[in-house]
């Protein structure tokens, strides 16, 4: 029995034994695998990875050879792939460029294009992964991934300056490669557009359109790198939606850029004369702000030059008295002088009463038979508590309430003014125009109630007749550093690209 037993035990340790020997090598073999499995994976991503860098190097350097060809010195340039994966291939007719100058003479209009070009593209393809050459720029997407910049387009501020050459590329003989092959870029013509004309820019706004696959990468570049207001196409102003072209609004990218303008004098005459104001960012900017006119019967009359910004608006109106004779002079007819400021929480008026262009002060002045209003001037009125009346443009606007002290910002501090306090327009005028800054329109409107008083003189027997000669004034320098574009240099320039 006990050998028996013995037996059985050895039988044991041997089958344990074989058993282990199994495990050991399974074990083996299944790590062998998975490290064979995992690093050939590793490896594959790596491979790919730098099959990307590579395709992404080889791109940035062809806009570095298209730049040169296009707008350097050198009218060809070439290059050799290397050792790359994937293919290279040239389409000529995709994405789309073009820049406008909306609004250039004031009437609102967006006008036509300064450019419109096709810009082309040339891509290197690997798998589901493109880096692509487009507009002067480099742009790289893998599937329906969003597009990214690479190196950012031909696209340059200097100061004021935006230099703008937009580079479109055509297909030679040769088309597409793949492999290790040698590229050649002959440059063409570069030829003006019709904006470089208008220089300096000082009405309006810039408009750059770019239509393209690799939009996603153009929207970072302009939000990124530029100064610009990305507006979205659902967005865009119904003026513009007419005269923009785009097919596929979703592959479209707009970016705005505001000019600086100087102001100027503008004849009043007409539904509302527009002053575009560009690019006010401070007081001290101010120069000028007048008008000088003449009406027929300025009885009950009344003349209204205001601008609004969002919640804030100002005006400031001239309120002729009742009871003149329809023969009484302008430079004698007596008026109210009204200035209005409010933010939609405070509201500030200010009053110069029963004063004309005989009275003496600097505010009203004769000059030539014609009334003359200096907006800066150092005669002083009164911050009031009451109600402007019907004869104002902003009627439903000035309800605020007048019994808060009104702060000022000045040159040199803040001050301020209680109700019964006097202050010069020269002080409180320039501040209340830089809060609306840096963008408004100055509009001048007129009549003798405000039911007929539309900014055409009134309809009937209540119109009033502006002089033709009369004009309204407003200088200022230019102001906005970066933000705003004063000289427009667009060229369009065409690559034609090779493979040998």
Not at 20 to 33: C, K, S
Not at 54 to 80: C, I, N, P, W, Y
Not at 86 to 112: C, F, K, L, P, W
């Amino acid at each position: 029995m006990r050998r028996g037993l013995g037996g059985t035990r050895k039988d044991e340790r041997a089958v344990s034994a074989s058993v282990g020997v199994v495990l050991i090598v399974a074990i083996t073999l299944m790590g062998a695998t998975a490290v064979v499995t995992l690093g050939s994976t590793a490896i594959g991503d790596t491979q790919q990875a730098a099959d990307v860098q590579r395709g992404e190097h080889v791109m940035t350097q062809f806009a570095s050879k298209a730049a040169m060809a296009a707008l350097g010195d050198t009218g060809s340039q070439s290059m050799t792939t290397g050792d790359t994966q994937g293919t290279i291939s040239v389409t000529e007719e995709t994405g789309r460029m073009q820049v406008y100058h909306v609004n250039a003479s004031g009437d609102g209009n967006v006008g036509d294009p300064i450019a419109n070009s096709t810009l082309g593209e040339v891509t290197h393809r690997n798998d589901d992964r493109t880096t692509t050459y487009q507009g002067g720029g480099v742009w790289s997407k893998r599937g329906e991934n969003p597009a990214r910049m690479v190196s950012p387009p031909e696209f340059h501020y200097r100061g004021q300056t935006l230099t703008l050459p937009i580079v479109s590329v055509a297909a030679g003989e040769t088309a597409a490669a793949s492999g290790s092959s040698q590229i050649r870029v002959e440059g063409g013509d570069t030829i003006p557009s019709n904006g470089t004309a208008d220089n300096p820019v000082e009405n309006g706004t810039v408009v750059v359109v770019v239509e393209s696959e690799y939009h996603e990468g153009w929207r970072e570049y302009f939000e990124d790198r530029t100064d610009g207001r990305v507006v979205e196409t659902e967005d865009i102003p119904a003026e513009w939606e007419s005269d923009l072209y785009y097919d596929d609004p979703e592959k479209t990218v707009v970016l705005e850029l505001e000019t600086a303008g100087t102001g100027g004098s503008f004849d009043l005459p007409g539904s509302g004369e527009r002053i575009p104001v560009d690019g006010f960012t401070e007081r001290e900017a101010l120069e000028e702000f007048s008008t000088t006119f003449d009406v027929n019967q300025p009885n009950q009359g009344w003349v209204s030059f205001h601008g609004k910004s969002g919640d804030q608006y100002f005006e400031t109106v001239l309120q002729f008295d009742n009871g003149q004779g329809a023969s009484t002079p302008i430079c004698e007819a007596n008026f109210d002088a009204r200035m209005l400021y409010t933010d939609g929480d405070v509201a500030h008026h200010w009053k110069l009463a029963d004063t004309s262009g005989k009275t003496g002060g600097d505010f009203a002045t004769c000059e030539n038979e014609m009334l003359r209003i200096d907006f800066l001037a150092t005669e002083e009125f009164t911050y009031v508590e009451e109600d402007p009346g019907s004869r104002v443009e902003y009627q439903d606007v000035w309800g605020g309430d007048y019994t808060e002290p009104a702060e000022i910002n000045t040159t040199a501090d803040t001050v301020e003014k209680n109700l019964g306090d006097a202050m010069a327009p020269d002080a409180f005028v320039p501040d209340y125009l830089e809060r609306l800054g840096p963008s408004f329109e100055l509009q001048a409107t007129w009549g003798r109630d405000k039911g007929n008083g539309n900014g055409n003189g009134g309809t009937g027997g209540n119109s009033m007749d502006i002089d033709d000669d009369s004009t309204v004034t407003f200088e200022y320098d230019r102001t906005g550093e970066g933000r705003y574009v004063t000289y427009l240099h667009v060229t369009d320039n065409t690559v034609t690209v090779e493979f040998g």
